[in-house]
């Protein structure tokens, strides 16, 4: 059964970095598209990013330019990097896997969730 696991989330001034972690478990995710989601209290879901088990990505605008997806086969795990963090970018960080070759922000392409890391951006 798949399991993932996001780390790497924490508290970071306006214009810092974070890298946040997705780990699975469970089985190999090369078949697999992960996506990357965020929830401010009060907000709905949001699409973040996305990776395919093609390769292909895919940028919510208002990370595009700052955030970049990364996927390792060999650690079983996705990355997301986050430059110039905004107070805007503040929220709980959850990754998604389906098993697609393209990959999709919408969070209804998914099937397996991890439990989410918090991002705080503030000064």
Not at 12 to 23: D, T, W
Not at 87 to 104: M, N
Request: charged fraction near 15%; glycine fraction near 14%; hydrophobic fraction near 30%.
């Amino acid at each position: 059964q798949l399991q993932l696991v996001e780390s790497g989330g924490g508290r970071v001034q306006p214009g810092g970095s974070l890298r946040l972690s997705c780990a699975a478990s469970g089985v190999t995710l090369d078949h697999y598209a992960i996506g990357w989601f965020r929830q401010a209290p009060g907000e709905e879901r949001e699409g973040v990013s996305c990776i395919g088990s093609d390769g292909g990505t895919s940028y919510a605008r208002s990370v595009k330019g700052r955030f970049t997806i990364s996927k390792d086969n060999a650690k079983n795990t996705v990355f997301l990097q986050m430059n110039s963090l905004k107070p805007e970018d503040t929220a709980v960080y959850y990754c998604a896997a389906g098993l697609w070759s393209s990959c999709s922000t919408l969070p209804g392409f998914y099937d397996d969730w991890g439990q989410g890391t918090q991002v705080t951006v503030s000064s």
